[in-house]
């Protein structure tokens, strides 16, 4: 089997969603319109399964009306600029991946915060599902040694997230691992904000995930990172960048023609900050009108603005996170090793 015959796309996008009671974390009842051929499928499934789609039958943006904001489509979008990070250079950054057909597939990515404890985005995670946490990854098709492979055993989504408004914010989530990570030279902590800390307009960050280089390139399996500048909530909130769509409980990075683009949703906004990295953002959504679209950034939850709701579910479910440490779906059908 070549590497081109493993990569099939899931290409969904919920239009409604209702909870139900159920004895697992998280579960859910869907109505997904998926990518068929030249086509939209409307389906509803009970199992929260996607369709799965040859590469070459998706298509290049969801249409939205602007300025509806958009899930980052995982496959053909991911850190569009931007280069191959130095290996385990982003020693947090995690790969969350999902089972079907007794493989494992790349889904989003996330921030290592505690040994037991990922934060990544809601819209990740708000489907049945078993997961597991690859930690020390850089090549995500090559087994290269440093992996630790972890099963999550519980999922806590922000209580006010609603799927069907991803501009209502509360895009956080937590993933409790089943074990504690071993920390070395690949995997460490992210480093956290202090509760309410915005960041200055231009404030050099950078965006990390695994995808393309360039749009319409080839799909790499290598981590990638963008540098992205923080654009101010006055200038992002404004009538002709993002307007009333963007929350003060979340943070704008890039939006120039020449700025890098998304990273994979549930990924860390790495900002500088006293010489040193700190996540500053989970990556949430971006504008239907795609990559580098000008004055459009890409939108991230603000993670200053939720460590009491983290601190308070580690503190009642495990280990608790302070707020400053020093080391801190859209589906790709990747398949994992």
């Known amino acids: 089997m070549t590497l081109a015959d493993m990569i099939t796309v899931r290409v969904c996008t919920p239009v409604s969603t209702g909870m139900i009671k159920t004895a697992h974390p998280v579960a859910c009842l869907m109505v997904y319109k998926a990518w068929v051929g030249r086509f939209w499928?409307?389906?509803?499934?009970?199992?929260?399964?996607?369709?799965?789609?040859?590469?070459?039958?998706?298509?290049?943006?969801?249409?939205?009306?602007?300025?509806?904001?958009?899930?980052?489509?995982?496959?053909?979008?991911?850190?569009?600029?931007?280069?191959?990070?130095?290996?385990?250079?982003?020693?947090?950054?995690?790969?969350?991946?999902?089972?079907?057909?007794?493989?494992?597939?790349?889904?989003?990515?996330?921030?290592?915060?505690?040994?037991?404890?990922?934060?990544?985005?809601?819209?990740?995670?708000?489907?049945?599902?078993?997961?597991?946490?690859?930690?020390?990854?850089?090549?995500?098709?090559?087994?290269?040694?440093?992996?630790?492979?972890?099963?999550?055993?519980?999922?806590?989504?922000?209580?006010?997230?609603?799927?069907?408004?991803?501009?209502?914010?509360?895009?956080?989530?937590?993933?409790?691992?089943?074990?504690?990570?071993?920390?070395?030279?690949?995997?460490?902590?992210?480093?956290?904000?202090?509760?309410?800390?915005?960041?200055?307009?231009?404030?050099?960050?950078?965006?990390?995930?695994?995808?393309?280089?360039?749009?319409?390139?080839?799909?790499?399996?290598?981590?990638?990172?963008?540098?992205?500048?923080v654009v101010d909530h006055s200038t992002c909130s404004s009538s002709s960048w993002w307007g009333s769509t963007v929350k003060t409980t979340m943070v704008c990075a890039g939006g120039g023609s020449l700025s890098g683009c998304q990273g994979d949703s549930g990924g860390p906004l790495n900002c500088q900050v006293s010489g040193q990295y700190v996540v500053h953002g989970v990556t949430s959504f971006v504008s239907s009108l795609g990559c580098n679209t000008q004055r459009k950034p890409t939108v991230f939850t603000r993670v200053s603005a939720y460590i009491g709701w983290l601190e308070g579910v580690s503190e009642v479910f495990g280990s608790y996170i302070g707020y400053f440490f020093i080391h801190f779906c859209t589906d790709k059908g990747k398949t994992a090793t």
């Open 41 to 229: 499928s409307v389906r509803v499934l009970s199992d929260c399964r996607y369709a799965e789609i040859p590469l070459v039958e998706r298509p290049r943006h969801l249409v939205l009306a602007e300025p509806e904001p958009r899930y980052l489509e995982n496959v053909v979008e991911r850190v569009v600029g931007g280069e191959v990070a130095r290996p385990h250079s982003w020693p947090w950054q995690i790969s969350l991946q999902y089972l079907s057909g007794g493989s494992y597939y790349h889904t989003c990515g996330g921030s290592l915060i505690r040994r037991r404890w990922v934060m990544t985005a809601a819209h990740c995670v708000d489907t049945s599902r078993t997961w597991r946490v690859v930690l020390g990854d850089h090549d995500i098709y090559t087994h290269e040694g440093t992996e630790q492979y972890m099963s999550v055993s519980n999922v806590y989504i922000h209580p006010s997230w609603n799927s069907n408004n991803v501009a209502g914010g509360y895009d956080i989530a937590l993933l409790r691992l089943s074990a504690d990570a071993s920390l070395n030279s690949y995997v460490q902590l992210a480093n956290l904000p202090p509760s309410g800390q915005v960041l200055p307009n231009n404030n050099p960050c950078y965006i990390t995930g695994w995808g393309r280089t360039q749009t319409g390139g080839n799909l790499s399996a290598q981590l990638k990172q963008a540098s992205l500048p």
